[in-house]
Each structure stands twice: as C-alpha cells, then as structure tokens.
C-alpha cells in the first residue's frame, strides 16, 4: 500500500509531539510537517497535496474546522480536540473520526486505520476503465471506449457501432446506461446513446460526433446535452 501523506495541526506542543510519536509508530504513514500555526498550515496545503490532516479544532486566528473548509482538494481529516461539541459540525464535513484528548495509541491506531480504508475506496473509485466487456454471438467482447461510435437501443436489445464492428446485445438501453454512465456514456434519444468525449457539436436537433456521424436529439433528452 502507498504511504498515507499527513499534516498535523495543533497548536499546543504536546499534542504536537504525540502525533509525531504516534506517526512514527504507525505503519504507511508520512507525516509530511507538523504546525502549531494554522495559518502557515493553510499556506503549506495551498502549494501541496495531503491525503490526510489531523488537526486541533480550537486555535488561534483560524480553527480547525475554518481550516478543512477552506482548504483546496480537501483531504481526509481526523480531528483530535479537548472539546466534544464541536463532532455535529465535525461530521457534517465527512471527517473520517473524531478523537477527544487524550488519546491513546490505540485510539489513533483505529482512527489511522479508517482513514486507510477510506483512502483506498476513493482511490478505487477514480480508476476509470478505457474498455467495456460484453456478450454478442456466445463470445465476451472487450472492446475500448474510444472506439465506440455510439449505441442504438432496439427494445430488448442494443446494437454497439465501432470503429472495426457491430455487435448485437441482449440487453435494455436502460440498464446499460446506468452501468456505464460513470465512463461517461450520456443518453440523447430514446434510442441512442453515445460517448460524452466523441461530441463535437450540437444543436437543438442533432448530435455530430467525431467520425462525422449525426445523430437525432430527443426532447425528452436536451438537458442532459446543456448539463455537459
């Protein structure tokens, strides 16, 4: 696993150093700086990226929840504070957990751990797929995005044009839609459904793609044209 990059913020030097020790002890942890400054620590995470930020809530000029919220392509965060009515608002900003001093090892073990896990979701999240993999003629086709020219429904089945073949698929339009949207399919017609990144233009009646192909937009559909 890749080592989990962390900023600690507090501004009492004890708690300071304990997260230090803590971090030394914990493994797939670099902790990237510590501040007792919360404005500097602003200043350090617009310049670099974090994964993770343990931070104090109570400080001075700026707390830790003014902090997170304004800190750009927010991190995780654990807050480690003395006071516990602060977790509401805490939680509202999808902190990873909240620990109330003091803190054993045990506890922040825990809490690194979440952060971890979480971390590792995100990051399978994010890998997108260049290819989709389909039945047609009782073989599995893995054919790559990019060459895909678009998709036509026709009742219980879907014809799939690309750059080298059409295939022919059992399967409703709907479904496959809500499979693949996260690739980035986007549905224009009732009948056709193609590829955000293949549009080069479009007006009120028709789609052109980039292999020069125009296809009809449904009324139903131009919302999701203007969205994009």
Known sequence: MNQLQVVGVD??????????QYCAKTDDIKLLATYSNPKEAMDFLQHNEADLLILDIN?????????????????????????????AKAFELDVVDYLIK????????KAITKAKEYHRFI?????????????????????KLDDIFWIEGFGEYLKIVSRYKKYMVLERMAKFEEMHRHLGFIRIHKSYLI?????????????????????PIGRTYKNNLKEI
């Open 11 to 20: 501004d009492e030097y004890l708690a300071l150093e304990l997260i230090k």
């Open 59 to 87: 400080m001075p000029g700026i707390n830790g929840i003014e902090l997170l919220q304004n800190t750009h392509n927010k991190p995780l965060c654990i807050f480690i504070t003395a006071e516990e009515q602060h977790a």
């Open 102 to 109: 003091p803190i054993s090892f045990e506890r922040f073990e």
């Open 123 to 143: 990051k399978s999240k994010n890998i997108v797929e260049d290819y989709i993999m389909f039945k047609s003629d009782n073989i599995v086709n893995k054919v």
């Open 195 to 215: 590829l955000k990144s293949h549009i080069v233009s479009f007006n009120s009646r028709m789609v052109q793609l980039r292999d020069g192909k125009e296809l």
